[in-house]
């Protein structure tokens, strides 16, 4: 029996498995990852989504030295790169965007207003790959080896980068008195 293209059978409405989507596919499945990625690493929307059509632009360009190995970590890496030599050619002063902290401060677990602000005041302090870092893994989510091949350091850097990002940030927060140190909800 024929079926018509819009008579789908219940195995074709089940979505694929990453490994079987196209290409684009794969890229734009990413997407929202990738711009909550570029805003950590730019701090300011404009720039953010400026990194994140150059990482599109150039994860298209290079689709044929892709090697079939992760695909996220691949993304990760070109957009990281992308980041940094924006930054070796620019010196930029980074700022947070009101749609970057309102999208973390909605994760962030701390539900008063005024200690959001200045947790992100702290977090601001943070070098940029101890910012990166401590993003990727208490934001996104990410495991310490995803985060190691996305930034293309060893597994130990991450673990390293990680603990001295938190004892920053917990020196800063006693510094100031900022906000209490207490586990988010």
């Known amino acids: 029996m024929l079926r018509s293209p819009d008579q789908t059978t219940p195995a074709s409405r089940e979505p694929k498995a990453p490994a079987t989507l196209s290409f684009e596919a794969q890229i734009l499945a990413l997407l929202p990852q990738l711009r909550r990625y570029s805003r950590s690493l730019t701090r300011s929307d404009a720039e953010s989504e400026d990194l994140l059509q150059d990482c599109v632009e150039k994860v298209l360009v290079s689709r044929s030295q892709w090697r079939g190995s992760n695909f996220k970590s691949w993304t990760y890496r070109i957009m990281t790169n992308l980041h940094l030599n924006t930054r070796r050619a620019i010196a930029r002063r980074p700022s947070v965007g009101i749609e970057e902290a309102e999208t973390v401060a909605a994760s962030s677990g701390y539900d008063d207003p005024l200690e959001k602000k200045r947790l992100f005041q702290a977090l ?19 495991s310490y080896q995803d985060v190691a091949d996305m930034l293309d350091i ?6 390293s980068r990680l603990s001295r990002a938190r004892r920053a940030l917990r020196e800063k927060i006693r510094e100031e008195n900022v906000i209490p140190l207490r586990r988010p909800r």
């Open 154 to 159: 060893p597994v130990g850097t991450v673990m």
């Open 124 to 142: 601001e302090t943070l070098p940029g790959e101890a910012h990166a870092v401590l993003m990727l893994v208490v934001v996104e989510g990410h």
